[in-house]
């Protein structure tokens, strides 16, 4: 019975979105879990406006193979429904004031896809997408517990935003450097990854991790690092909670590994530095998304064999606690078409177009829905598998606090990167970097408060 | 019915007549035609420099409407570590390279002003800096400051010079000299061709005279070059303090503000909070603490512009 309820569900599907043959295989490769949710769900009801004429705006790709499958995705959608799609790429770093700009004037695009908290900072100008947020959850075995946080609005309990998944980060090393001085593979545990970074620069192979005003990779490692000790900015209701032990165990631990195991100059590095020291075979570990792996595979094939991946250090607190950059999909109130851009998003986050996305993107994207888990890209070459797990170890911005304006100015005004490159850089205690830490903070969270009330 | 006719008739002359009237007088006529061009400042200019005033005064942060707040954002900042240390930045990064232009500047534009084989090509080559994009030399600043392929360390290291590669960005100190002389590279041109044109300007016979009565290089420079090129040297650096006081690119493109904020300018902090951060209100409020200095540099501009008319 189950079985055909299986093979069933496989033939609705296929009939539904328009799949032919590559549909069924990527379909196969999600295995039993596409199979079972599938048994269960319908998509909404949504007509299409005729004629339609959505206006996307959403990140440059990372990897041309990104562009190339999202744009035959539109087309697919463009031809199923005879809607037309303008897709606007844009530097990510700009996507946000360009899209908070046009929450502001109520015109502009009617998609976009954005970054972390942006959803969270104007909720009411954008559009309910519940109806396809369960629909796709329900039918690929379930959203990834942190895109839950970053789609759904904690007031009303709708979705604001289809979170798409994320760039994730993992730790690059050098394994034959790292066998060197005598671990098999880069520790995952906290006081073994920095006494093996410290017996790395020892042999003249220093890591580097940015502590400058890296939009992504220093936040990424600054609020990780933070959290693994138990650190975090605020506590669940918005109130500051950077002034503990939790967080002087950090600062003395990222202390630590700055001043004896990184290469010098890690508190000016912004996002491209690491990438270029990596290569240049100057670092000998790093934070860091596949980017530098398939650079290194282009260019520089001795590097690439040599370099693995492994998950970010974990802490006392024994669990993951990452931070990646998340990208949600959002559609503004002010769009003519709504259920034309709720289609167009449904669409590209079904198996037929997300899987073959997300493989053409190779690890640097992870998806945000469970099933897409067992996709071949993330098996086809081991060391993609570790970015595999991003979104499911990730935690939000603001942990463990509200996602929202306030937890948008503290990763905008570096608050993390900066109380560590306070200590580490500027020599500042750690009372005095924590203080100044916790004044940011505070008065971010009082602007959140204020509007709240 | 006739009646009513021409008294229609004489009321249309009447307009046409009292219309002739003001279009012949110049200060009506002025005034339109300025107005196209008034109206185009004054909805690109004047307009945003209003809004941008009155946000300052508001709690406006992104896709929501603000109230008026009075001075909060101001009292705010003026309690913020973060801000302080920017005014320092800003403070410290106009009057050294402001400084360090002028005298720079002026140096140089003497030694143009001589008479030397190809010196029209040294002038323009001169200019170069100033004409590149400042994204662009900031870029290569970027690269030369970095902290592993920096080419100035590269060179020192090569020469026996430093043993290891130069921490330009990473340290606070290093980093604001770094920026004070990418800075500096740019905008010497602007002072030496400005005053240049100054130079030229001062009759050959002063000099011919001063080397009669026996004087020395330094004095011909200090009692005839200097008085004579003052207005236009007060003028270049009004403008130069103005742009040097709200630069962006070079600062954002280089440092993004950092190391922990400590190259932090106006400019830069004041787009991390309203953009990145998205609160309006209190970037704007960032921006408007520009206002009275550049008022005062426009001030001191007009006052030596007027003198030479």
Redesign the interface.
Known sequence: MEREDSKLSRRDFIKATGAGVAGAAVLGSLGPLAGKAMAQVSPPKLSVEKGAELKVLRWSPFVGSDKEMWEKNTAKWEQATGCKVTTEYLSWEDV??KA?ME??VGAGHDIVLGWHDDPF??P??LLDVTDIADYLGKKYGGWEDVCVKYGVYPKTGRWIDIPMGGPGQAICYRKSWVNEVGYDVMPVQMDKFIDCCKKLKAKGHPVGFA???AVGDGNNWAHGFLWAFGGKTVNKDGSPAINSKETRMALEAMKDLYDNAM????????DP?NN??FL?E?ISVTNNGISIYYAAKEKFPKVAEDTYHQYPPQGPVGKPTELHLMDPAFIFKHTRFPNAAKHYLMFMLEADQCGPWINAMRGYVTPSLKAYRNLPVWTEDPKHTVYRDCMKNMLWNGYEGPIG?AS??VM???VV??LF??HC??GMSADKAID?AE??IV??YK?KV??AG | MAGTASEVAAVQVGIRGRLSRALENPTVLGLLFVAPAELVLLIFLAYPFILGLWLGFTDTVVGREGSFVGLENYQELLEDSAFRLTVFNTFLYTVVAVLLKAVLGIGLAVVLNRDFKAKGLVRAIVLLPWIVPTALSAICFWWLYDSTFSGISWVLMRLGLIDNMINFLGDPWNARFSLIAANVWRGIPFFTIGLLAGLQTISPELYEAADLDGASSWSKFRKITLPLITPLLAVVTAFSTIWTFADFQLIWIITKGGPAGATHVFGTLSFQRAMAGGHFGEGAAISNFMLPILVVCVLISFKYLRRDD
């Open positions: 946000r004031p908070a929450a502001s900072l104007y009411d100008k502590l400058g005003h290469i010098p100059g890690c508190a000016s590095w912004l530095h270029k020291a240049a100057e304006p948008a100015a905008a005004e570096y990167v900066d490159a306070n850089a500027r100044i004044k940011a008065k971010a602007v204020k509007k």
